[in-house]
């Protein structure tokens, strides 16, 4: 059984805490993605588990092993690195054979495998050229070979993708998923700043941010139930607008009320924003989930446009409310649109997020 | 157990590898060191056995008889003028060379330098005789001009100012040439500022070079008068010239002085130097 | 028309001649600026070396005149090779006793300097403090001059000198007299050159070791790779280009050795000839013996053997690198 499983686990390098007590549990099969900015801590994790970091609080399980001093030669995991280390000293044949060697597998086994793993990777072809030779796309093959050939127990992966240009990153995605999760059926932990990918390959996404973990949770509902205003800033392009306001009582209804608006709260968020009244709470609403019109229409609030981009397959309105700050709504191509103007725009009241202004946590999830 | 084990392999093999490195320090100083005690010491002292590490009687004698001896100030003047005049040489034509080799076009160029450049194959020995043979009739053996012809533009010198002319951006030396100014202007005016840094390295190398040379000035130097430091001392050795070795370890330690102090001094600059050139070798 | 198409050809022409008048100063400057450095370089690189290859024709002696003799410097030559080979003493075969030495002094110091450096390379390549008071104490020889470093040897070999000092206490009653003992003065001389090269050598491996990326390193580690194995597979391999150098470099420089061998052994090549080499007897030839004429045909056979052996080290450890 692969499960990887972190323990309270602290890094620091200096006076740098670059993992904060990070609690993760990987299970067996699983496709973890890594998610979160540059410097969250995400890659140190990973190199942590990998051994190649050894931690300085907690521990680190792999299967039912705390593999804390257990050396990265032994623990039966392979990694994919960003810039690929393959050895330009050898060819691709000799960069997929070198962990069979180093494992003492005689020389025509590790033929066989060697040439089984080249022909399902696509790079038969290649195996008697050298890396500087190849691709950048081929290179990345030829890393993931040599992680394959050894059936580890865990993949790690550390923004393999990010060296590949746009179009083939796409195809990557989906073939690095059908690989390692599909046919493979390994434990996968991926690291990646890029949301898409960790939208659409993971089973489940850890968000980190400053060595610590944000949430955990499958893709949909780290973006439709965000645990914190990081991860609901994160998720999501363009990111979600936030309103600071408090919640008090108008005319016996519960109201959110900041600046100039008072936004009467749907009667489906009462029974968990009571307890709120009176304090300072956050309010997160998607560009997406902004209907913006000309007209005043039912339960809508007027704004003035500060700017808009237009993207061809959509428009993004920037508005204000007043208020010093700039909030944007998705909307349809087709709307004209003028600086200055003033339009309306209604939030969809069955998308909305409320944080605890201190806390930063979600009150709702 | 595993823990332990593991931590206490990575201190042990920490440890032999101080040992070892510091142990080998130890050796490659060791002459230097024990040089520098002895000259201080009497010669009975110095050839005493086991070998003493404190000089008792402490004594400036050696590095008296040395410096009393007439010929070592003029070997120390004729060292340092050698070293001048290469110095000045190659700093003053290998730059032009280099330069020229770098940014101006002319017929041949390339095959030229290419050419030059293979004379770094040959061996100095097959030259030397023939040198030395254009340098006698020119009348100029026994001289320190005569010898210095030989290494006034090394090879060496205009390969690197050539590589760090190459590497300065184009842009410059264009404006400079909308600007009116002639190649050989722009040379002093532009060219030469800018290749401090380069100068600076052949500078010391050749002083280097020429501080420890010892093949050219033993053949094309011929009285004792005209010797340099190195010749010379290899000559009173050979002469027995004092009955004891310590002045003679008290003069080499004169002599390695320069060269040891101006390497402690610009370390970091000249192995990196150095470094760099094995590197495009 | 006729006008129009006149002063067109003039403006071409008088823009192609300052074309032409900016060409021809460029090139009058670049051969004001490279004209002494290629003229000294010229005449003391290639004109000399044609001028040996001549001169090795030729039996002279300086002063009166060249007398053409064909082959016979050459001659005079493998006379010597053969006659030592033939186990004739050092006098009657001083060019064979010279590349004997040679060559054995070469096969000591070259792979030695060469593994020396790499293996204190190698450890110095660590997490450790101070690497720069070891880099600078390890060039430190380098940078002395060859003949101050053999006097202070010499002293240092002496019967009672340090060196056997240190020996004694390893191996007691071990303790030869290196400089007149005809049986040790080529080891002593090669211990010198040891000493003085392998520290520069030293440094040149540790920069190529430390410009190996370091996640080369960790991904072989996480392929199973010990820290001995991670040396043998990874880092030997991508020294290879420093080794070559290093290798190249050390040959030339050990077989064309002078200055120590002139100091520790004397200009008469020490007892029985034990630290004479090629280069003693070329200056002897020239400058003892007056025969310029054999010493160029010497000079000629130096360098090819020097061609030979670096070019054949070239060739072969470009196809261990295939494999």
Redesign the interface.
Same mark, same amino acid.
């Given at each position: 059984m692969a499960r990887v499983y972190l323990e309270n686990v602290v890094k620091r390098f200096g006076r740098v805490v670059a993992v904060d007590h990070v609690t993760l549990e990987v299970r067996d099969k699983e496709f973890m993605v890594l998610l979160g900015p540059s410097g969250c801590g995400k890659s140190t994790t990973l190199r942590l588990i990998a051994g190649l970091e050894t931690p300085d609080e907690g521990r680190i399980w792999i299967g039912n092993t705390v593999v804390n001093e257990v050396d990265p030669t032994k623990r039966n995991i392979a990694m994919v690195f960003q810039s690929y280390a393959l050895y330009p000293h050898m060819t691709v044949y000799g960069n997929i054979e070198f962990p069979l060697k180093m494992a003492h597998v005689p020389k025509e086994e590790r033929r066989r495998k060697v040439i089984q793993v080249a022909r399902f990777l696509g790079i038969e072809d290649l195996l008697n050229r050298y890396p500087k030779q190849l691709s950048g796309g081929q290179q990345q093959r030829v890393a993931l070979a040599r992680a394959i050939v050894r059936e580890p127990e865990v993949f790690l992966l550390d923004e393999p993708l990010s060296n590949l240009d746009a179009k083939l990153r796409v195809k990557m995605r989906f073939e690095l998923r059908r690989l390692l999760h599909d046919e493979l059926k390994t434990t996968t932990i991926y690291v990646t700043h890029d949301q898409v990918e960790a939208m659409t390959m993971a089973d489940r996404i850890a968000v980190m941010n400053q060595g610590r973990i944000m949430q955990v949770a499958l893709p949909i509902d780290v973006f439709d139930k965000p645990a914190n205003t990081f991860v609901a800033g994160f998720i999501g392009v363009p990111p979600t607008n936030f309103l600071e306001g408090v919640i008090t009582v108008k005319n016996e209804r519960l109201v959110f009320s900041t600046g100039p608006l008072d936004l009467t709260i749907p009667e489906e968020y009462h029974d968990r924003l009571e307890g709120y009244v009176g304090r300072e709470v956050i309010m997160g609403i998607r560009p997406q989930d902004i209907t913006v019109s000309k007209e005043a229409i039912e339960n809508s609030y007027p704004a003035k446009i500060v700017g808009y981009e237009p993207l061809g397959t959509e428009t993004y309105i920037h508005f204000t409310i007043n208020d010093n700050k700039d909030y944007v709504a998705v909307a349809s191509k087709d709307m004209k649109i003028k600086l200055g103007e003033t339009i309306y725009w209604k939030p969809n009241s069955a998308k909305l997020y409320f944080f605890d202004k201190r806390t930063q946590k979600s009150i709702l999830y | 157990m595993r823990v332990k084990h593991h931590k206490l392999l990575k201190s042990v093999w920490l440890l032999i590898t101080y040992i070892i490195l510091t142990l080998f320090a130890l050796v490659y100083l060791m002459p230097f060191i024990r040089s520098f005690i002895a000259s201080f010491m009497t010669w009975a002292q110095a050839s005493s056995y086991p070998p003493e590490w404190l000089p008792s009687p402490f004594t400036l004698e050696n590095y008296l008889k040395v410096l009393r001896l007439d010929l070592f100030p003029r070997w120390v003047f004729n060292t340092a003028l050698y070293a001048g005049i290469i110095v000045a040489g190659n700093v003053f034509f290998a730059t032009m060379a280099g330069y020229a080799f770098a940014r101006l076009r002319f017929p041949g160029r390339d095959a030229l330098f290419s050419a030059l450049l293979a004379l770094l194959m040959v061996p100095a020995f097959v030259t030397l005789v023939p040198s030395y043979i254009i340098v006698y009739k020119l009348g100029l053996i026994d001289n320190i001009l005569g010898l210095s012809l030989l290494s006034l533009v090394h090879v060496s010198s205009i390969f690197l100012m050539r590589q760090y002319f190459l590497s300065l951006p184009q842009d410059v030396f264009d404006a400079a040439r909308v600007d009116g100014c002639g190649p050989i202007k722009t040379f002093f005016y532009i060219g030469l500022p800018l290749a401090k840094p380069a100068l600076g390295a052949v500078a010391v190398y050749q002083f280097l070079g020429a501080w420890n040379a010892f093949l050219g000035p033993l053949v094309f130097l011929r009285s004792p008068e005209n010797f340099t430091l190195p010749v010379g001392l290899s000559f009173a050795f050979q002469r027995a010239m004092w009955t004891e070795y310590t002045p003679i370890i008290a003069g080499s330690l004169i002599a390695a002085a320069p060269t040891i102090i101006l390497f402690i001094v610009l370390n970091k600059y000249l192995i990196r130097g150095i470094v760099i050139t094995a590197g495009k070798g | 028309m006729k006008l129009t198409n006149f002063s067109l050809t003039l403006i071409k022409s008088k823009i192609s001649k300052s074309f032409e008048k900016t060409r021809q100063?460029?090139?009058l400057?670049?051969?004001? @600026?490279?004209g002494?450095?290629?003229a000294?370089?010229m005449?003391?690189?290639?004109? #000399?070396?044609l001028? /040996?290859l001549y001169?090795s024709f030729f039996k002279w002696d300086?002063i009166g005149p060249m007398e053409f003799v064909g082959l016979r410097n050459f001659e005079i030559l493998f006379r010597e090779l053969v006659r030592g080979l033939h186990g004739a003493p050092f006098f009657l075969a001083p060019f064979y006793t010279g590349l004997r030495n040679i060559l054995l002094y070469t096969a000591i110091v070259v792979p030695a300097q060469t593994i020396l450096a790499m293996v @204190?390379a190698a450890? /110095?390549n660590?997490k450790?403090r101070g690497v720069?008071?070891?880099?600078?104490?390890?060039?430190?020889?380098a940078?002395?001059?060859?003949?101050?470093?053999s006097?202070?040897?010499?002293?240092?070999f002496?019967k009672?000198?340090?060196i056997n000092?240190f020996i004694q206490m390893v191996i007691p009653g071990f303790a030869p007299d290196w400089i007149n003992d005809r049986n040790y003065l080529l080891y002593a001389i090669s211990i010198v050159a040891i000493?003085g090269t392998s520290?520069?050598f030293m440094?040149?491996f540790l #920069? #190529?070791m430390q410009s190996i990326?370091r996640?080369?390193y960790?991904?072989?580690?996480?392929?199973? /790779?010990?820290p001995i194995?991670r040396f043998i597979?990874?880092t030997v391999?991508?020294l290879?280009p420093?080794i070559v150098?290093?290798v190249v470099?050390g040959l030339?420089g050990a077989l064309?050795m002078?200055?120590l061998a002139?100091?520790m052994a004397?200009?008469s090549g020490g007892p029985g000839g034990a630290g004479y080499t090629m280069?003693l007897d070329?200056?002897r030839e /020239?400058?003892l013996k007056l025969r310029?004429g054999v010493? #160029?045909a010497k000079?000629?056979f130096?360098?090819t053997l020097?061609?030979i052996v670096t070019y054949v080290f070239q060739k072969r450890f470009r196809v261990i690198a295939a494999r």
């Open positions: - | - | 100063r460029e090139v400057a670049a051969l004001t @600026l490279i002494v450095a290629v000294l370089n005449t003391f690189g290639y004109f #000399a070396a001028f /040996a001169l300086y @204190l450890f /110095a660590q450790i720069q008071f070891y880099k600078v104490s390890y060039f430190l020889p940078v002395t001059c060859p003949v101050i470093v006097l202070i040897f010499i002293w240092l002496m009672n000198g340090l000092y000493w520290g520069h440094v040149s #920069a #190529a990326p996640d080369i960790e991904a072989a580690m996480l392929d199973g /790779a010990g194995r597979y990874v391999p991508m290879k420093m150098y290093v470099m030339i064309q002078f200055d002139y100091v004397g200009p280069a070329i200056y /020239a400058f310029p010493a #160029a000079s000629l130096l360098f020097i061609f």
